[in-house]
């Protein structure tokens, strides 16, 4: 069975550049997460959707972030416009529907620069 | 979410015991205490989980006190591969789709 896969796996571009980073969670899996870590920072949670629908988006830094699962399966994380301090690695993850034993799965993350 | 504590790094060799002590002396009723492992350019991956006295798996064993204000994971005879970086977190069990709450974690280096 296929993990969680993101793309791209590293990007760079210029500050005022708009970046979208895609995640294709685990076949199945009604809940999906996005989570970053910046420079020398913890892993934060960003926002948590449950199929298409955003359950927790407490995490979100600012409006220039804007996450969308369209259908419930993969999700896109839009940056626009990019700044330097949303320079680092953000990680996807996914899990099945309440009442399981499974715990999260994370992809491999996609590392931004933002220059 | 209870606030966790563990050392920064820790060193060891191969083929040794390594035990990582985490502290959360604010650790609510109802939360258990998962670890999970992450290498380099990959994400966090679940190691384990228990809410008291010992759990065993196939890849490490977490002891966890009466008080649980502290819990250890053990890795059994490291590799070279168990070069990672372990957190501790304190939470809900798994299964139940909840955030994540991650510390700043401690870097085992195994040396050969």
């Known amino acids: 069975e296929a993990g969680v896969t993101q793309f791209p796996s590293h990007s760079v571009i210029e500050k005022g550049q708009t970046v979208t980073l895609r995640c294709d969670p685990i076949s199945g899996h009604d809940n999906l997460y996005w989570y970053r870590r910046v420079m020398g920072k913890e892993i934060k949670f960003l926002l948590h959707?449950?199929?298409?629908?955003?359950?927790?988006e407490s995490g979100m830094p600012n409006n220039r972030f804007l996450a969308e699962r369209t259908g419930g399966t993969y999700s896109t994380l839009k940056v626009q416009p990019a700044e330097l301090e949303d320079s680092g690695v953000y990680f996807c993850?996914?899990?099945?529907?309440?009442?399981?034993?499974?715990?999260?799965?994370f992809g491999p993350g996609t590392r931004l620069t933002v220059l | 979410l209870a606030k966790t504590t563990q050392p920064i790094s820790m060193d060891s060799y191969e083929g040794q015991e390594v035990n990582i002590t985490c502290s959360h002396n604010n650790i609510a009723t109802n939360d258990y205490i998962t670890w999970y492992q992450q290498f380099p350019s990959q994400g966090p991956r679940f190691i384990i989980q228990g809410y008291k006295t010992k759990v065993t798996n196939e890849v490490a064993s977490l002891f966890i006190p009466a008080d649980r204000k502290s819990s250890t994971l053990s890795l059994p005879r490291v590799s070279l591969s168990d070069t990672a970086v372990y957190y501790c977190l304190v939470g809900p069990p798994r299964g139940s789709n909840y955030k994540l709450t991650f510390g700043k974690g401690t870097l085992l280096t195994v040396n050969p």
């Open positions: 993850a996914s899990s099945p529907k309440g009442g399981t034993n499974d715990p999260v799965y």
């Open positions: 959707f449950v199929k298409e629908s955003k359950q927790d």
